[in-house]
């Protein structure tokens, strides 16, 4: 009989820890949750991102992102999830589509003209430069310049 | 004179450019959810918790879903027009109670009046997440088949009302 009792004394300490753990304190999860909401905009406070805002919304976002990863879902499917809701805007880097085409290439085009503009500049003063030929006067001219100038 | 005419061109350009940049408003986030079927949610009916409602309830009807707050400034303002539409009578209005105290919902209702046929209570906001809820008021015009076709986002005034709430909701009823 005292067998039995010392045995079943000792039985709380099979159990251990049965509570739930508070998601925002796993470290793993955490991390994930802080780098994924590093790069996703918050609604509210346009300009900041989802990981420093301290706007309600960015709140309830972090604590729907961190359910997101604990249902074991990739980064890619949380971003789907958001921008299903949200839209494209959520993101920082907007996808390369149709209607982002002109922001991904625009900057290209531009750098484009710039060299076209450039190499057309380039090319139009070396005409010029052959074309100025010096009279022997304003050669002897320029020589007694130069010459003046080494002295 | 190219070297005058070129840069004063650019100039224009980028002068209509930053003109038209100065009238565009960047808290007018377009909704992926417009022409997609309203998400689904079963909540607690602010007046009576005991009971539920689910869009699914309003198949067959053209309604407006509007998301509101005691705390919601801007929810203050757009209240009359709500007021005025709910006494025509034209499309029933429900309203979601959105990250609220409910004794604070029922006390705003009481003392400015009620223009919803029925409010749900959400509370913990994640509801307003499916939505893509981000800044209250927002008004959804949903159609007979359950689906999203017009957000609102921010107050509705009497002007976008008449411009375009209503004939989409005249339209939407005749499909």
Not at chain 1, 16 to 42: H, I, Q, S, T, W
Not at chain 1, 121 to 141: F, G
Request: hydrophobic share 45%; glycine share 6%; charged share 25%.
């Amino acid at each position: 009989m005292r067998a039995i009792i010392l045995l079943f004394s000792f039985l709380p300490l099979l159990t251990f820890a049965g509570e739930a753990r508070d998601l925002a304190k796993d470290p793993v999860v955490e991390k994930r949750m802080v780098g994924l909401a590093e790069n996703l905009r918050c609604l509210v406070c346009q300009n900041e991102s989802l990981a420093s805002s301290h706007a309600e919304l960015a709140e309830d976002l972090r604590r729907e992102v961190r359910e997101l990863i604990q249902k074991g879902m990739s980064d890619q499917e949380i971003k789907d999830y958001l921008v299903a809701r949200y839209g494209d805007f959520v993101l920082y880097e907007p996808p390369m589509k149709g209607s982002t085409l002109v922001l991904w290439l625009g900057p290209f085009g531009l750098l484009l003209v710039g060299l076209g503009a450039l190499l057309f500049q380039l090319r139009n003063r070396r005409k010029v430069m052959r074309e100025t030929i010096l009279s022997p006067e304003a050669q002897q001219r320029a020589i007694a310049l130069l010459n003046d100038e080494k002295r | 004179m190219m070297r005058f005419i070129l840069p004063f061109v650019v100039f224009i350009v980028l002068t209509v450019f930053l003109f038209v940049g100065l009238k565009l408003d960047p808290r007018e986030v377009p909704s992926p959810l417009v022409g997609k079927p309203a998400p689904a949610f079963v909540l607690p009916q602010l007046h009576v918790p005991g009971k539920q409602f689910s869009p699914a309830d309003m198949k067959g009807k053209v309604w407006l879903f509007n998301v509101w707050a005691s705390w919601c400034v801007a929810c203050e303002e757009e209240h009359p027009v709500l007021m005025e539409l709910a006494r025509q009578n034209i499309v029933p209005i429900y309203g979601m109670d959105y990250k609220d105290k409910r004794d604070a919902a029922l006390a705003v209702l009481e003392r400015r009046g009620n223009p919803y046929l029925m409010n749900v209570s959400d509370t913990d906001g994640r509801v307003g997440i499916d939505y893509g809820v981000y800044g209250v008021p927002e008004t959804y015009v949903i159609d007979k088949q359950g689906v999203i076709q017009y957000k609102q986002i921010g107050p509705v005034t009497a002007e976008n009302l008449r411009k375009k709430i209503l004939p989409l909701v005249a339209e939407l009823e005749k499909k």
